[in-house]
C-alpha cells in the first residue's frame, strides 16, 4: 500500500478517500504530504495515472 511505503508507520488520522462527480478524492490532513516524502511522491505519480482514467483521482 502506498500509505505505508515510508520508513515509518504513516499517521491514517484523517485520511479520507471519497467519490466526486468526476472521480475520486483522497483528503489529507494538512503537512502530511510533507511528513510523508516517499508516500507523497507514490501517491502523486498515482494521482497522475489516474487522470488518463474516466475517474481520476486529486489529493487535497
Known sequence: MILC???????LRG???????RGF????????LR???QS?????EEAAAWQKTASPLALV
Open 5 to 11: 511505503h515510508a520508513r515509518r508507520n504513516a499517521d
Open 15 to 21: 485520511v479520507r478517500l471519497r467519490r466526486c462527480d
Open 25 to 32: 478524492a483522497l483528503a489529507l490532513q494538512a503537512g502530511w
Open 35 to 37: 511528513s510523508y516524502p
Open 40 to 44: 507523497a511522491h507514490l501517491l502523486r
